[in-house]
């Protein structure tokens, strides 16, 4: 059926953008949140790749005076491939600049 | 472009998932949440229609001891119509018994 | 036991927090997130008093070109009233401008 | 003031719950969520220990037909002491099995 490799891909970037927003992230767990992100979508149906990226520049912008800050959606990058009978698709979640808003498209 | 509607779908479903799991919840707020919920999901892009809906039955019998429980996979429906570029999809959130898992589908 | 109203207290400030922040909002459905917010503060254990705002000026200048936003921390802010054994503890969820930080105190 | 170190252990456990329930898991990613968990809980003000456990064997069972689960309430265990002021406050959450629920109590 048409759209289906690409409604699955849909959910995975949704579900790691509303699950992990507003977590604490400083730079000395950032990479473990961004592996233990990259797990949650790898066990999700017909996942074949995933990485999830958090911008270190602005991450560091960000960190409060309490030495850390939330997960925000201007710094979350993710992609992801699934597969399903034999139809592939490729989706990216980054934040718009222009549009000031996490984008999600089909790539 | 083939699948950017079923895209959007998926995306919608796993926002809301993903998002309201884990809120406190009874029968005296869970229509305030349903309402909430399709607020939420009817602000996002080329969203046409939303329904949310708790099931009464399976909330009545979560409730713990100290009078709500919270809102889990088990309990939660949605329905997102999605229209984009003149092509509609339709996909449902509902949890299958047989599964036992939060089935996403388009259809 | 010394320090148990203000324990549900900061219970209360958290949940609200990392359960909502990452939800689409935007001026239409602000005061419905509010009141589901609202509400799921006070079915949990000893709240007498909830109430929780979205800065609406805040929340103006952050809708992207889709015509929302994310709730973010910045925008939020809660206070609850929690009885306990015949204590009281009040406590206050609000954005501090100085530190970048959604500071939580007790008042 | 009497109540501080309780008020900041009971936010470090509401925010790890409604932080990450909801997220995918099984056996294969638990041990790197838990991490993952505990850093967001270390980097919180006036923690010193924390600890999270996912447990097993409620892990195991419920799996669904797709491989893996959702984190729910009834596997998920913390631990959190937090020192402030020369004051130190130890609290948990823990699945209570008699009122079907996720207890957070002082210890």
Known sequence: MCGEAEFEAGIKLAAVFHQF?????????????????ESCMKLQPYVVEAEVRIDREKLRNAV?????????????????????????????????????YPLMRLV
Chains 1, 2, 3, 4 share one sequence.
């Open 21 to 37: 927003v507003g977590a604490p992230v400083n730079e000395s767990n950032a990479e473990l949140l961004e592996k233990a992100m």
């Open 64 to 100: 409060s005076s309490f030495g850390y800050t939330s997960l925000s959606p201007e710094m979350l990058y993710a992609r992801v491939c699934v597969e399903l009978e034999g139809k592939k698709a490729v989706a990216i979640l980054k934040w718009d600049e222009d549009a000031g």
